[in-house]
Protein backbone atom coordinates (compact mmCIF):
# COMPACT_ATOMS: atom_id res chain seq x y z
CA UNK A 1 0.00 0.00 0.00
CA UNK A 2 2.88 2.27 0.03
CA UNK A 3 4.42 1.91 -3.76
CA UNK A 4 3.30 4.25 -6.29
CA UNK A 5 3.40 3.33 -9.82
CA UNK A 6 6.16 5.90 -11.45
CA UNK A 7 7.31 5.65 -15.24
CA UNK A 8 5.72 2.21 -14.98
CA UNK A 9 7.97 1.03 -11.81
CA UNK A 10 7.05 0.66 -8.47
CA UNK A 11 8.84 3.15 -6.68
CA UNK A 12 8.27 3.86 -2.10
CA UNK A 13 9.30 7.17 -2.78
CA UNK A 14 8.21 9.35 -6.12
CA UNK A 15 10.65 12.07 -7.34
CA UNK A 16 10.60 15.55 -6.23
CA UNK A 17 8.06 17.25 -6.99
CA UNK A 18 5.65 14.23 -6.93
CA UNK A 19 4.44 12.17 -3.88
CA UNK A 20 2.45 8.98 -3.76
CA UNK A 21 -1.88 9.53 -4.13
CA UNK A 22 -4.20 6.57 -4.58
CA UNK A 23 -0.94 4.28 -5.84
CA UNK A 24 0.45 6.65 -8.23
CA UNK A 25 2.99 9.62 -8.07
CA UNK A 26 1.18 12.89 -8.06
CA UNK A 27 1.65 16.87 -8.08
CA UNK A 28 0.75 18.46 -4.59
CA UNK A 29 -2.80 19.21 -3.93
CA UNK A 30 -3.31 23.18 -5.81
CA UNK A 31 -3.36 24.33 -2.16
CA UNK A 32 -0.27 23.67 -1.65
CA UNK A 33 3.33 25.35 -3.32
CA UNK A 34 5.33 22.22 -2.39
CA UNK A 35 4.05 19.09 0.08
CA UNK A 36 5.74 15.96 1.65
CA UNK A 37 4.93 12.64 1.30
CA UNK A 38 1.21 13.21 0.66
CA UNK A 39 -0.41 15.31 -1.62
CA UNK A 40 -2.47 17.44 0.43
CA UNK A 41 0.38 17.52 3.39
CA UNK A 42 1.77 20.64 2.73
CA UNK A 43 4.97 22.18 3.14
CA UNK A 44 4.43 25.90 1.64
CA UNK A 45 1.71 27.77 0.17
CA UNK A 46 1.97 29.87 -2.95
CA UNK A 47 2.11 33.06 -1.42
CA UNK A 48 0.09 34.77 -4.27
CA UNK A 49 -2.94 32.43 -4.38
CA UNK A 50 -6.10 32.97 -2.28
CA UNK A 51 -4.93 30.29 0.34
CA UNK A 52 -0.82 32.31 0.91
CA UNK A 53 -0.26 31.38 4.67
CA UNK A 54 1.01 27.76 5.64
CA UNK A 55 -1.04 26.63 8.84
CA UNK A 56 0.17 23.15 10.02
CA UNK A 57 0.12 21.51 6.92
CA UNK A 58 -2.32 23.34 5.26
CA UNK A 59 -2.69 26.26 3.39
CA UNK A 60 -5.07 29.27 4.98
CA UNK A 61 -6.29 32.76 4.23
CA UNK A 62 -5.84 34.00 7.21
CA UNK A 63 -3.89 33.22 10.37
CA UNK A 64 -6.38 31.37 12.75
Known amino acids: ?3 ALQDGTCV ?7 VIYNGICSN ?7 CSIVYNNCTSCNTSSTLPYLYGNTCVVTCP
Open 12 to 18: SVCRSPL
Open 28 to 34: CSSTCLT
Open 1 to 3: GTA
